[in-house]
């Protein structure tokens, strides 16, 4: 493996290492996108290689329309908890799906290639879709090969993702290579998934066995990136845990969801190994433990409110990131699908 490849993964050579991921602009961030999927997106960031960001506003729409202007006051939160947390658009192209038209343009030869049944059998188009399937929009359908294009007009080599996205990017690997085998070519690169590891998963604070997500009913289960001292007070305290003192080593931490959530989170922030912090507090009660944890979940995320809050105050600066962002990713993915065009016949004047 060289320097430049992201860690953990290769890719073949005919292919210089490129990172792409796409975020839904679903509205608030919590602590679990910050530590599973933010901040390795801000560790990936390097000289050697690319880093693309895309907001993918095309596929928010694919579940329900939105109201316009939510529409658009989600993709510039989004942009700010980003950027406040370290994403330098200045390193990284972070950007809007909508303001490149080549996604769709793209999206709509993938939508050629791709096969009815190949779509049928994505989990998410089953659960998004739920038993009126026929009332489900052709966008949420189509949904898969949007973001297939979102990948391959860039020839990312690497998209690192959540668990729930791997058929997706399984799909995109099987429209790449039916593609390259219809038309006897190598055009599309097979993308490697960079699946977030278990231990970067942000559990609920009321219980340990589900995500912690935006879309849980009791705003008590997560902490959101926005929240103020008090109320990440208030909510860690109240985080549901088990009578027991804390272990000194990770396997105490088995069969104890809760215990081990809370524990992940301290290490995650603190930049520290379970173990390392285990050493620290085991034998701890957690009337100890959570004013320990709450302290530093305020240090390390006040600045990123603080800043996210004076970004949304100048709006035209966040757009003016997108726009410029937007340019950036526009000049590697017009030859691409200019060539992809050709490959297909399209006669370009
Ligand atoms: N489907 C992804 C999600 O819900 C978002 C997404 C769209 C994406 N296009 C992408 C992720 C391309 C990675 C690469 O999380």
Redesign the pocket.
């Known amino acids: 493996m060289t320097a430049a490849q992201p860690e953990g993964v290769q890719t073949s050579p005919a292919f210089t290492p490129r990172v792409?991921?796409?975020?839904?602009p679903s509205g608030g961030l919590t602590l679990g996108n910050y530590l599973g999927a933010i901040k390795r997106f801000v560790d990936m960031q390097a000289d050697d290689f690319e880093t693309i960001y895309?907001v993918?506003d095309l596929?928010a729409i694919t579940a329900k329309l939105l109201e316009p202007d939510a529409l658009r006051q989600q993709t510039r939160e989004l942009v700010a908890g980003y950027i406040a947390s370290g994403i330098d658009p200045t390193k990284s192209i972070l950007f809007n799906q909508s303001q490149v038209v080549e996604h769709t343009q793209l999206a709509w030869i993938f939508n050629c290639v791709a096969r009815v049944g190949w779509m049928k059998r994505m989990t998410q188009w089953k659960d998004k879709a739920g038993k009126n399937q026929e009332n489900a929009s052709l966008g949420l359908f189509a949904y898969p090969a949007?973001?297939a294009a979102?990948?391959l007009l860039y020839h990312a080599t690497h998209?690192p993702?959540?668990e729930d996205?791997k058929q997706?990017l399984e799909l995109t690997r099987d429209i790449a290579i039916k593609f390259n085998h219809d038309y006897g070519t190598e055009f599309f690169p097979i993308t490697e998934p960079v699946i977030e590891g278990a231990a970067t998963r942000v559990m609920s604070l009321r219980d340990g066995s589900k995500k912690m997500s935006k879309s849980d009913p009791s705003d008590a289960s997560r902490i959101n990136m926005t929240d103020d001292a008090d109320t990440i007070a208030q909510k860690v305290r109240k985080a549901k845990t088990d009578p027991d003192a804390l272990p000194s080593e990770a396997e105490g931490l088995e069969r104890r969801p809760e215990a081990r959530n809370l524990v992940n989170i301290y290490a995650a922030l603190a930049e520290q190994s379970v173990e390392a912090v285990l050493r620290d507090v085991g034998g701890k009660p957690f009337s100890e433990f959570k004013p320990m944890l709450s302290d530093l979940a305020v240090e390390r995320l006040s600045p990123i409110s603080g800043e996210t809050a004076r970004l949304m105050l100048h709006p035209d600066e966040i757009d003016a990131i997108l726009r410029g962002g937007a340019d950036r990713a526009r000049e590697i993915a017009t030859p691409i699908l200019k060539k992809t065009y050709d490959i297909v016949g399209m006669v370009q004047g």
């Open positions: 792409f991921s796409g975020i839904q895309c993918v596929h949007l973001m979102d990948i998209v993702v959540g996205q997706h």
